[in-house]
């Protein structure tokens, strides 16, 4: 029972010319660990409204 043709060379090991630097990334580097607050007199309808507007506009 086959599953179609498939190219060989797509599941060959990659070569040594292709770098590996061995550098890992820390995807803890940059975590911020805080409160975020905004100021705006704006209420919550009047924000509504803008997004709507936004929405429209695209």
């Known amino acids: 029972m086959g599953f179609?043709?498939?190219d060989e060379?797509?599941?060959e090991q990659p070569s040594d010319d292709e770098e590996d630097d061995?550098?890992?990334v820390n995807?803890?580097?940059n975590e911020y660990d805080g409160e975020m607050s905004v100021d705006s007199d704006a209420s919550t309808d009047e924000l509504i409204d803008q997004l709507g507007e936004i929405k429209d506009d695209e």
């Open 4 to 6: 179609g043709s498939y």
């Open 9 to 11: 060379s797509e599941q």
């Open 22 to 24: 061995g550098e890992t």
């Open 27 to 29: 995807v803890h580097e």
